[in-house]
């Protein structure tokens, strides 16, 4: 079965670049049908869609952060990432990925654990 | 972008209850809703999808109905892994978003 694993710096500097990736193990990134998800939740709130990506590297992205936003996929590895510049102390976040069944509809499973990330100096 | 307000924000109920929890959207979004449990430090896990189909797994005391914009989630029978936060999410049109949370807590 498909499982996902985050993975990444878990403190970032303001203003720096959060970068995380994303393994995927028990299936491949290049299926067709799927988007390859990024979801983050801050503390003690609720969840947040950040974007995603399809096998042939169409992307969408949440437009509130779109504009420091790239999520790219490496099929050779079988992951996928995200980078989120010019971060400050508001994307201070558990952030998941997960699969999204876009062919089907935009729902999402399995999910990863979840990595924190926290933005400070 | 598309609001969903789920009511209650906290639910307190005890087991063997039977509860509602429903999602209410800002504009129609059709049947392009899922349902989700979370617990405390995991992540959020698939119970329903497209309103009303269960997971593979789920038990069938979770289900879901609704249409256009108002979406419920119902527990016939409440048991003690169910207590937990529940988030509705649309799927309808991007940017794809969720609903606040419900925190069912055992009373």
């Known amino acids: 079965q498909v499982q996902l694993q985050e993975s990444g710096p878990g403190l970032v500097r303001p203003s720096q670049t959060l970068s995380l990736t994303c393994t995927v193990s028990g299936g491949s990134v290049s299926s067709g049908g799927y988007y390859w998800t990024w979801i983050r939740q801050h503390p003690g709130k609720g969840l947040e869609w950040i974007g995603h990506i399809y096998y042939s590297g169409t992307t969408y992205y949440n437009p509130s952060l779109k504009s420091r936003l790239i999520i790219s996929l490496d099929t050779s590895k079988s992951q996928f990432s995200l980078k989120l510049s010019s971060v400050t102390a508001a994307d201070t976040a558990v952030y998941y990925c997960?699969?999204?069944?876009?062919?089907?509809?935009?729902?999402?499973?399995?999910w990863g654990q979840g990595t924190l990330v926290i933005v400070s100096s | 972008d598309i609001q969903l307000t789920q009511s209650p924000s906290f639910l307190s109920a005890s087991v063997g209850d039977r509860v509602t929890i429903t999602c209410r959207a800002s504009q129609g979004i059709s049947s392009y809703l899922a349902w989700y449990q979370q617990k405390p430090g995991k992540a959020p896990k698939l119970l329903i999808y497209?309103?009303?189909t269960l997971k593979r797994g789920v038990p069938s005391r979770f289900s879901g109905s609704g249409s256009g914009t108002e979406f419920t989630l119902t527990i016939s029978s409440l048991q003690p892994e169910d207590f937990a936060t529940y988030y509705c999410?649309?799927?309808?049109?991007?940017?794809?978003?969720f609903g606040q949370g419900t925190r069912l807590e055992i009373k």
């Open positions: 999410q649309q799927f309808n049109s991007y940017p794809i978003t």
């Open positions: 497209t309103t009303s």
């Open positions: 997960a699969r999204d069944w876009g062919a089907l509809g935009n729902w999402f499973d399995p």
